[in-house]
């Protein structure tokens, strides 16, 4: 879907960078090796034009993997048939989901992450959400991230929290905050470090407990078993705490990170989305994202095992997607840290490129 551009104020675009753009991304020039290769490519129309060039599939087409069964499309959500159709006879069990937060990301308001009025963007909501659960498992779990712009009443996030209490067969299930490790604040007021991923359930789903790296460190939560008193670290299954619903254990994408994907603003940590995945999926189940962006779900079900359904209404977003899997592939890495993912466009690259070493 291709939305209308609308102009927000400098001050709204240096918060919304801070709050969802990846962290120093374009990075300054240091030692003339460490540089992305290119800026965000949903906002630079002549870089488009020439990468468009590179993209194997156009609107409407669907890639078959022909390894692990995975698809990726060039699809709008809000459209029920295209929907369907990447679904096809399967039912996911695991949709995760991450669509535009109707911010104006960075410093540029663009047609794939772009703001528009309220109304607009709760009407997109309710469409890819009503698509989403037309398709979806018996037993399914659906999560969305979301954000809050403190510049705009809070919006999108509490509307979205009351549309939701209307879509049929949804239940709340949790609400968890991923606190970024780098946010943006000023004296006068508290660092914005979090971000909002809203879990709801269809039918009743298995879930699995996952334990962080995180050692636990509090002790004294003492009760009596069989007689003899205990402390809590006695009693419990693992010497590392659980994530919870407040998630301080997950780096954000940056360009010095393996999994980085240069060109892509929205990026989620790897860590996060297979979180999702080890919690509320099964070896072999089928997962379903609506917003591709950089292919974090294709990669995380890719390593994990599951079958992932996913598409993006940019074609060089799905493009992206598919490199990234195809790339983990051919090297084992998760992404191409501040190296070119198209090496082959001559001229306006880093010298190091994919072919260079990526440490
Ligand atoms: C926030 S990003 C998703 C980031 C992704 N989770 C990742 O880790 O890379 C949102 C994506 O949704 C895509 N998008 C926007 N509107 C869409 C629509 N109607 N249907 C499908 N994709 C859409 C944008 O092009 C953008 O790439």
Redesign the pocket.
């Known amino acids: 879907?291709w939305?209308s551009y609308v102009s927000l104020s400098s001050r709204s675009y240096a918060l919304q960078n801070e709050l969802?753009a990846k962290p120093n991304s374009p990075p300054p020039r240091r030692a003339g090796r460490t540089r992305e290769p290119f800026g965000r490519l949903?906002a630079d129309a002549a870089l488009r034009e020439r990468l468009l060039g590179y993209c194997r599939l156009h609107p409407g087409d669907i890639w078959n993997d022909p390894e692990a069964g995975h698809r990726v499309g060039v699809?709008?959500?809000?459209?029920s048939d295209q929907v369907a159709e990447i679904v096809g006879e399967d039912r996911p069990c695991l949709l995760?989901n991450?669509?535009?937060?109707n911010v104006a990301v960075g410093s540029a308001n663009t047609?794939?992450?772009s703001k528009q009025g309220i109304g607009a963007y709760m009407a997109?909501s309710d469409r890819?959400v009503r698509n989403c659960i037309d398709v979806m498992g018996e037993s399914a779990h659906f999560y969305v991230?979301l954000g809050a712009d403190v510049h705009d009443g809070f919006q999108p996030l509490p509307d979205f929290i009351i549309m939701m209490r209307d879509m049929p067969g949804l239940s709340p299930r949790n609400l968890i905050t991923l606190r970024n490790q780098r946010g943006y604040g000023t004296q006068k007021n508290w660092m914005w470090v979090r971000q909002e991923l809203l879990h709801y359930v269809h039918g009743s789903p298995d879930f699995a407990v996952t334990y962080t790296d995180i050692p636990k460190i509090l002790r004294g939560y003492y009760k009596t078993v069989n007689g003899k008193r205990t402390e809590n670290l006695e009693r419990s299954r693992s010497e590392n705490i659980r994530p919870g619903n407040v998630w301080v254990d997950v780096q954000q994408?940056f360009y010095r990170l393996e999994e980085n994907?240069p060109g892509?603003y929205?990026?989620?940590?790897l860590k996060a989305?297979e979180r999702l995945l080890l919690t509320s999926s099964k070896h072999g189940d089928v997962v379903l994202?609506?917003?591709?962006?950089?292919?974090?779900?294709l990669v995380a079900g890719e390593r994990l095992g599951r079958r992932v359904l996913t598409?993006?209404?940019?074609p060089l977003?799905a493009e992206l997607?598919i490199r990234r899997l195809e790339n983990y592939r051919k090297t084992g890495r998760t992404g191409w840290q501040w190296h070119n993912p198209f090496p082959e466009m001559e001229g306006a690259c880093d010298a190091a490129g994919t072919a260079g070493p990526h440490r």
């Open positions: 879907m939305l969802f949903d699809l709008d959500a809000t459209k995760v991450d669509p535009p937060y047609p794939s992450l997109f890819w991230w994408a994907v892509c929205a990026q989620k940590p989305i994202d609506c917003f591709a962006h950089s292919g974090t779900t598409f993006d209404v940019d977003f997607s």
